[in-house]
Nanobody, 125 residues
């Protein structure tokens, strides 16, 4: 499956952005999907994940209560609503897909087979 992110940009601290990840190709509505983020010199960091039913959602602690992940299976789009943004949220955000059909947390990059190119998010103080 091909993944293309959009929606990144420059925002002031406390602001909001909504990221989108459009899927195409061999899209399977049973995909398990996630958002990761990466800054220069650091490892890719898990942000949030959602299973294909939407009933199993996980967030990293630093974004709980501020970010919301959702998936529109009909439109084949993954979203990340980001509110109350902080300068430490600055990163390139990437979406990822896996054929995993369980409900357990999948927060390691190696657990995902398909990746987008990323969209940059910059939060100014």
């Amino acid at each position: 499956v091909q993944l293309v992110e959009s929606g990144g940009g420059l925002v002031q601290s406390g602001g909001s952005l909504r990221l989108s990840c459009a899927a195409s190709g061999r899209f399977d509505t049973t995909l398990h999907m996630a958002w990761f983020r990466q800054t220069p010199g650091k490892e890719r960091e898990f942000v949030a994940s959602i299973n294909w039913t939407g009933g199993s959602i996980y967030y990293t602690d630093s974004v709980k209560g501020r970010f919301t992940i959702s998936m529109d299976n009909a439109k084949e789009v993954l979203y990340l609503q980001m509110n109350s943004l902080k300068p430490e949220d600055t990163a390139v955000y990437l979406c990822a897909a896996s054929s995993y059909r369980g409900t357990r947390l999948r927060n390691r990059p190696v657990e995902y087979s398909d990746w987008g190119q990323g969209t940059p998010v910059t939060v100014s103080s």
